[in-house]
C-alpha cells in the first residue's frame, strides 16, 4: 500500500508540479522514520478555522505586500514553536508564517530525536494551550492533529518557503477576488457531475479546443502543437497528463491564455490553487474541473482515471 501511495504522489506531483508537494493528510507516512534526520513542512489549523492568531492587513506605505498583524496568543504560539530547539536540540528551525486561522511551519530534525516526531509536535501544542489559558482564552486552540510533508525532492525546500512567504498575499488575493476561489459542488458539466473552481465563463466561451499530445511526439512537434494552440484565441481544455499537454498548459498559463484543466482530486472547502495557477485563477485564466470527490490521500493515476478526465475535457470542447 504504501508503495502504491508513493507512486500515486509521485504521479500527482508530475501532474500538478506548481502546487507545493506537502503530504495534505494527517495519517503519517507508514515507511517513514520520525525519529530519524528529515525536513518537514508541518500545517495545524486552529479550531474552527477561527482566526485567532492575527489580522491580515493589506499593504500600504509601510508594508508593499498583505501581511499578519499578529494578536498577543499569535505571539505567544511564535514564541512556542521558536522554542522547541530548547527542548529537543536536534530541530533547526527553518521558516515559519502564522495566518490568522493556522500555521506553517518548516523544520530541520538535523539527528535522531530521542521520541516520535509526533510526540515534539504535541509538545508544541501543549505549550500553546497553555499559553491561551494564561491569556484567559478558550483551549484547545488547534484541530486535532497536524499536517506533515516530508522533504523528498530537489527543490522541493525552495518551493516550501517561497509558498510559506507568500500566503499572506495569497489570503489578500483570495479575500478580493472570491468569486474565483468559491468552490462549487455538483454542477453538471458536459453531462458528468463534477466540482470546480475558477472562472465558469470559460465555458461559454466560443471556441474550446482540447489540448491532446501523443507520448510518442518529440520537443519540436510539441512545440509547434503549442504555437498553433496559443494563437488561436481559444480557450484550452485539458488533464494534462502527457509530458506534452503539461509543456502546453503551462505555456497557456505563462500567456495569460484561459485554460480549463481537469484535475484528479475534486476539492474541499479550503482547497486552492498553487503557485502559477494562484494568480491565473485571480485573474479569471483558469477553471480547474473535477470529476471526482475530493480525498486527502494521493492514489495511483490509473488508466481509467486518465480516460474519464480526456473524455470529460472532449466533452467540453465539442459541447456534448
Not at 39 to 59: A, F, K, N
Not at 270 to 292: M, N, Q, R, T
Request: hydrophobic residues 40%; glycine residues 8%; positive net charge.
Amino acid at each position: 500500500m504504501d508503495d502504491k501511495r508513493n507512486e500515486g504522489r509521485k504521479q500527482w506531483s508530475q501532474l500538478h508540479p506548481e502546487v507545493p508537494a506537502t503530504v495534505s493528510m494527517k495519517r503519517r507516512m507508514v515507511s517513514h522514520d520520525y525519529q530519524g534526520r528529515a525536513i518537514y513542512m508541518i500545517t495545524m489549523c486552529v479550531e474552527g478555522r477561527l482566526p485567532r492568531l492575527g489580522i491580515l492587513q493589506g499593504p500600504d506605505d509601510s508594508h508593499p505586500l498583505p501581511w499578519v498583524s499578529l494578536s498577543p496568543l499569535g505571539e505567544r504560539v511564535k514564541a512556542e514553536w521558536l522554542g522547541i530547539p530548547r527542548y529537543y536540540p536536534q530541530i533547526r528551525m527553518l521558516a515559519l508564517t502564522i495566518m490568522p486561522d493556522h500555521i506553517h511551519g518548516i523544520l530541520f530534525v538535523t539527528e535522531p530525536l530521542p521520541v516520535h516526531f509526533g510526540k515534539v509536535i504535541n509538545g508544541f501544542k501543549i505549550g500553546c494551550n497553555r499559553a491561551a489559558r494564561e491569556l484567559g482564552l478558550s483551549v484547545p486552540l488547534w484541530e486535532q492533529g497536524y499536517t506533515d510533508g516530508v522533504l523528498q525532492g530537489k527543490g522541493q525546500l525552495d518551493r516550501w518557503i517561497s509558498y510559506l512567504n507568500d500566503n499572506p498575499r495569497r489570503l489578500w488575493v483570495k479575500r478580493n477576488h472570491q468569486d474565483f476561489f468559491a468552490v462549487s459542488h455538483h454542477l453538471t458539466i458536459a453531462g458528468s457531475t463534477v466540482s470546480a473552481m475558477g472562472n465558469h465563463r470559460l465555458l461559454q466561451h466560443p471556441s474550446i479546443i482540447q489540448v491532446y499530445c501523443s507520448r510518442r511526439m518529440s520537443k519540436e512537434e510539441i512545440a509547434r502543437e503549442g504555437d498553433r494552440l496559443l494563437a488561436h484565441g481559444a480557450v484550452l481544455v485539458s488533464p494534462a497528463i502527457s509530458p506534452g499537454e503539461r509543456t502546453i498548459i503551462d505555456r497557456a498559463i505563462e500567456a495569460g491564455v484561459p485554460v480549463i484543466l481537469i484535475c484528479n482530486n475534486g476539492f474541499d472547502a479550503i482547497s486552492k490553487p498553487g503557485g502559477k495557477l494562484f494568480d491565473a485563477c485571480a485573474s479569471g485564466k483558469v477553471l480547474l474541473v473535477s470529476p471526482f470527490e475530493h480525498h486527502n490521500d494521493y492514489y495511483p493515476l490509473t488508466a481509467e482515471c486518465c480516460r474519464q478526465m480526456n473524455a470529460l475535457a472532449r466533452a467540453i470542447a465539442t459541447r456534448q
